[in-house]
């Protein structure tokens, strides 16, 4: 009996289990995942390569000064602004376009000598040789006048450095010439300070004496008809060489009883002139124009050159101009521009300088907003128009510049300011000082 309860009881058991095994699930067997989705990228993505930058036509902006000669202490400082615009564009690579391409700029320089006849041949070789898309050349009136025909029939855009205001206006008809442009304040606008002064300070009769060039000639008429304007009377005039050192003019102006010695000139002249004046007629009060707003001036004439008043342009007296001022924060980058490039001292500065430097900034400007593809004759006619119909409330070392067709310089008397020198160096001189 125990036996058949045993093997009951066992086979109890076994049933038992082999129920528990027949009704159990199967385990899961592993899935694999789902698919990405087509668009999902299976692996990370590479970097996107930044693509060169085209580079399209090469452009060439030919310029002259007057490094060597008698202009050099004007033509210098030029030379070296160019060679500074110059540096900065081979830094950047060039001029980027509208359409984004850069084009490597060439800046070819050469020297004028202060002679009209090198001159010319500079500037024939610049249009014919080098085939440059704008010129910017003539630190002397003469020899940008001289220059200024060969632009026009060539028909490439010239922009002078020089004053005179026949440079951009053709004397016989009264046009403005088509292609040329300039940057320095005019002649007349130096005479209409000049005039105001001497009207201020109660003069009926002045002198004048003045350089034989084309500067002179143009600062004694320009200076004359301002004079006229207000009532006083030049008596007495007379001519010398920029070279001289020797003033026998001076027996002229004492002779004549002129109440002040007006000076159409630029250094060495303006300063020997000055000279002379000093030792001749101590008490004659000295009203040069604006061809001596450079430090040249006050190194030459020394001592002489204390009290000497005359109009001159914001550069040399940036750093009080009152903050807000159109032109002094690109004044004061220049200024620090010039003298990390030069090495030189404050002395180095000069409204000269300042000159090339607006007519430099215009062409390449004008370069800037050229489209790739076009001929060289396309591009100088398009630097010229830019130039003529951009260049509006510019402000730039000479004034705040408003181009037009009718005006190739775009400055007002205004734009000029009245300085004394005292002790070897120059000062504001407001007209309330007066």
């Not at 003033?247 to 000139?265: D, R």
Request: charged share 20%; with cysteine; aromatic share 8%.
């Amino acid at each position: 009996m125990k036996k058949l309860a045993f093997a009951a009881l066992t086979m109890i058991v076994l049933l038992g289990l082999l129920v528990s095994a027949c009704g159990a699930p199967p385990a899961p067997e592993p899935t694999e995942p789902p698919p990405p989705p087509a668009d999902t990228p299976t692996t990370a993505p590479e970097a996107t390569a930044i693509p060169e930058p085209v580079e399209g036509t090469a452009y060439k902006l030919g310029f002259c000064s007057a490094a060597t000669g008698g202009g050099s202490s004007l033509g210098m400082p030029e030379r070296n602004t160019a060679e500074m615009i110059k540096a900065q564009l081979e830094g950047a690579g060039g001029v980027v376009g509208p359409d984004g391409v850069v084009h490597p700029v060439e800046v070819i320089i050469y020297d004028t000598e202060s002679t009209p006849d090198v001159a010319t041949s500079v500037v024939t070789r610049l249009i014919e040789e080098d085939e440059v898309d704008a010129i910017v050349c003539g630190t002397l009136s003469g020899n940008s006048i001289g220059i200024a025909p060969l632009a026009t029939e060539a028909e490439v855009p010239l922009v002078s450095m020089a004053s005179a205001r026949v440079i951009i206006e053709d004397p016989e008809t009264g046009e403005t010439r088509y292609w040329v442009f300039k940057t320095p304040q005019e002649n007349f606008h130096s005479g209409k300070w000049q005039a105001r002064y001497a009207e201020a300070m109660g003069w009926t009769n002045v002198c004048d004496l003045y350089e034989n060039t084309g500067y002179g000639q143009d600062c004694l008429t320009q200076t004359t008809a301002a004079m006229e304007e207000v009532g006083i009377e030049v008596v007495y005039t007379d001519s010398f060489e920029r070279s001289d050192t020797e003033f026998p003019q001076m027996a002229g102006v004492t002779g004549s009883g002129c109440e002040a010695l007006i000076v159409g000139s630029i250094p060495p002249g303006a300063s020997m002139v000055t000279v002379a004046s000093r030792e001749v007629a101590p008490d004659l009060a000295v009203v040069q124009g604006h061809g001596v707003c450079n430090y040249a001036y006050i190194e030459l004439a020394g001592d002489a050159a204390e009290g000497v008043v005359f109009p001159c342009g914001r550069l040399m007296i940036a750093d009080i101009l009152p903050d807000g001022h159109p032109q002094k924060e690109m004044l004061l980058k220049y200024i620090d521009d010039y003298l990390e490039f030069t090495g030189e001292d404050m002395t180095g500065i000069s409204t000269f300088g300042g000159h090339a430097l607006d007519a430099l900034l215009w062409v390449v400007e004008g370069m800037e907003s050229l489209d790739e593809g076009l001929t060289l004759e396309a591009r100088r006619a398009a630097i010229r128009d830019y130039i003529e119909t951009e260049i509006t409330d510019w402000a730039g070392t000479g004034g705040v510049f408003n181009i037009t067709p009718d005006d190739h310089l775009g400055l007002v008397y205004e734009d000029l300011e009245m300085v004394i020198v005292v002790n070897g160096t120059w000062e504001l001189y407001p007209s309330e000082e007066w």
